[in-house]
């Protein structure tokens, strides 16, 4: 638990041995921080998930190529062939 909170605020810090005023300054925000996520949660909002934008885009990609095969815009083959490039990372 503190290993975690530690390195959030070492994020929010930005450097190893802050001036104690930096610290005070960014004690300040962290709580900040944590009041925004309890008002949140009392609200019943979920947290916002941090996806990987590489993740979003290769299920996007997935999607399309699903469609285009059900709608029959694509042979198997071209679908087959479009999941591997995605797969590996390489555009059509």
Request: glycine letters at 8%.
């Amino acid at each position: 638990m503190y290993e975690s909170w530690n390195n959030s605020f070492r994020s929010l810090v930005g450097c190893s041995h802050p001036s104690i005023w930096k610290t005070i300054d960014n004690l300040r925000k962290d709580q900040n921080n944590l009041q925004v996520a309890i008002l949140r949660d009392s609200r019943g909002q979920p947290p916002r998930k941090r996806g990987h934008c590489s993740t979003t885009e290769l299920q996007q990609k997935l999607h399309n190529l699903c469609s285009s095969i059900t709608d029959g815009h694509k042979s198997m083959e071209d679908t087959m062939r479009g999941l591997g490039h995605t797969a590996l990372g390489r555009s059509e």
